[in-house]
C-alpha cells in the first residue's frame, strides 16, 4: 500500500522557468491537498480540491494552479517560478467522512528556486 | 478565521523524563484537532486526533492529549521521552467540516533529546 506518493523528491529550478509537481493516492480519498513548508512558518494551505472536478484556494494559492486529473491524482504547476516558492511542498489526502477526517501526507518535494 | 499557536518553538528534554507540548488554537465552535509528527526529512505522521467526546485521547507511541475547551488548548503529553521522539511536532486544527477545506497548522514545536 503506497499511501500518497510525490514525484519529483528534488527540484531545482531558474527563476521564470516552470514545472508541474505530480501527485497520487490509493487509497481512495474524495479531497487531495497541497501545502507548503517553510522554516519556523509550518503548513500552509495553497489549494485544495474536496473531489474529482473541484478545486479551492487556499491560504497562499497566488503563483500557483492546481489540476484535479481524475480521484487519485492531483497536480501543482508553477508557471513562472520566483525565488519565493523555495519551499518543501507536502500533498495530502483524506477520505472526508464522519467517520474519519485524517489526512495522509506524502513524503514531501523540495524545491530550490535561483 | 482559525488559528494555532505553539508557545515552544524548541523544547529540550532528557531522555526518560516527561514531555508536554503546547497547542492553542482559536476557532468559533467545536474544533476538530489533530497533532502531527515529522521526523527529519520526512513527511508528516498523526500522532492523535481530537473530534469529540472523551476530552482525553490516547495516540501511537504512547502519547496522549487533552482538549481543554475553557483553555482553548490541546497539550500533547508523553510520561517518558525516548532518543526516537526527537522530531518536529506541530498541532492542527480543522474547521466545518473536519478538515475538509484544508488544516491550519501552527509553526511547529522542534523536540530535542537530551541522552
Known amino acids: 500500500n503506497a499511501g500518497v506518493t510525490q514525484t519529483p523528491k528534488f527540484q531545482v529550478l531558474k527563476t521564470g522557468q516552470s514545472m508541474t509537481l505530480q501527485c497520487a493516492q490509493d487509497?481512495?480519498?474524495?479531497?487531495m491537498y497541497w501545502y507548503r513548508q517553510d522554516p519556523g512558518m509550518g503548513l500552509r494551505l495553497i489549494y485544495y480540491s474536496a473531489s474529482e472536478g473541484t478545486t479551492d484556494k487556499g491560504e497562499v494559492p497566488n503563483g500557483y494552479n492546481v489540476s484535479r486529473l481524475n480521484k487519485r491524482e492531483f497536480s501543482l504547476r508553477l508557471e513562472s517560478a520566483a525565488p519565493s516558492q523555495t519551499s518543501v511542498y507536502f500533498c495530502?489526502?483524506?477520505?472526508?467522512?464522519?467517520?474519519?477526517?485524517?489526512?495522509?501526507f506524502g513524503p514531501g518535494t523540495r524545491l530550490t528556486v535561483t | 478565521a482559525q488559528s494555532v499557536t505553539q508557545p515552544d518553538i524548541h523544547i529540550t528534554v532528557s531522555e526518560g523524563a516527561s514531555l508536554e507540548l503546547r497547542c492553542n488554537y482559536s476557532y468559533g465552535a467545536t474544533p476538530y484537532l489533530f497533532w502531527y509528527v515529522q521526523s527529519p526529512g520526512q513527511g508528516l505522521q498523526l500522532l492523535l486526533k481530537y473530534f469529540s467526546g472523551d476530552t482525553l485521547v490516547q495516540g501511537i507511541k504512547g502519547f496522549e492529549a487533552e482538549f481543554k475547551r475553557s483553555q482553548s488548548s490541546f497539550n500533547l503529553r508523553k510520561p517518558s521521552v525516548h532518543w526516537s521522539d526527537a522530531a518536529e511536532y506541530f498541532c492542527a486544527v480543522g474547521g466545518s467540516g473536519g478538515g475538509a477545506d484544508g488544516l491550519t497548522f501552527g509553526k511547529g514545536t522542534h523536540l530535542i533529546i537530551q541522552p
Open positions: 495530502a489526502s483524506s477520505q472526508d467522512t464522519s467517520l474519519n477526517y485524517e489526512q495522509y
Open positions: 487509497m481512495n480519498h474524495n479531497s
